[in-house]
């Protein structure tokens, strides 16, 4: 059973990889970039600022950052401990991708789709009624995870459970956060 998941996997990431072409790599290099993120992320931390109180703002921003490198160690350590080769690196799969990109680090599970799921999620959760367009950001994570699959650098499966971790982090620090806040009354 678990062999024909694997196949499945990597026949649907060889399927996904290929429908990408040449002209649009610039653009993929672009999004899978987090730093190209960080002025969105501030214009939605300037938001916050404008419409909470200082006190709720700093703590739903610190949250959010705090959100980042909890995810990203969750990720780490995961990909130390499952030790899953990359499909750009394994030779039964990488002759059949188109690879731009070629980290070396193991592959289970994305620490792209984990990281922006999470913060996302978070974001959506705590400031959905007073900012309605926070919807929007998913735009981001789905963009940030299938960027992965573009590349050749993680299978649908690593974006997967990436993006359902992310989720469960997500909404987890909500409720913490929400708990404090309520707490303090600072809401």
């Avoid at 909470?52 to 490198?69: C, M, N, R, T, V």
Wanted: aromatic share 20%; proline share 5%; net charge positive.
């Amino acid at each position: 059973m678990l062999e024909v998941l694997v196949t499945y996997d990597k026949e649907l990431l060889i399927y996904l990889n290929n429908l990408g072409e040449l002209r649009f790599d610039t653009f993929w290099i672009f999004v899978t970039n987090f730093v190209y993120w960080i002025p969105l992320l501030l214009f939605i931390f300037y938001r916050i600022f404008k419409k909470f109180s200082k006190p709720q703002a700093k703590y739903i921003i610190s949250y959010g950052l705090f959100i980042l490198f909890f995810s990203l160690a969750i990720v780490e350590l995961t990909k130390i401990g499952v030790e899953r080769i990359r499909p750009c690196n394994d030779p039964t799969v990488a002759p059949f991708l188109n690879i731009i990109i070629q980290p070396t680090n193991f592959t289970f599970f994305s620490g792209h789709a984990t990281v922006s799921f999470a913060l996302t999620t978070f974001l959506f959760l705590m400031v959905r009624k007073t900012l309605p367009r926070i919807r929007f950001l998913y735009i981001w994570p789905l963009l940030f995870a299938y960027s992965r699959l573009y590349f050749g650098v993680h299978y649908p499966v690593d974006i997967f459970v990436g993006m359902i971790v992310g989720i469960l982090v997500g909404i987890a620090f909500h409720r913490f956060c929400n708990a404090r806040i309520v707490k303090l009354r600072i809401y």
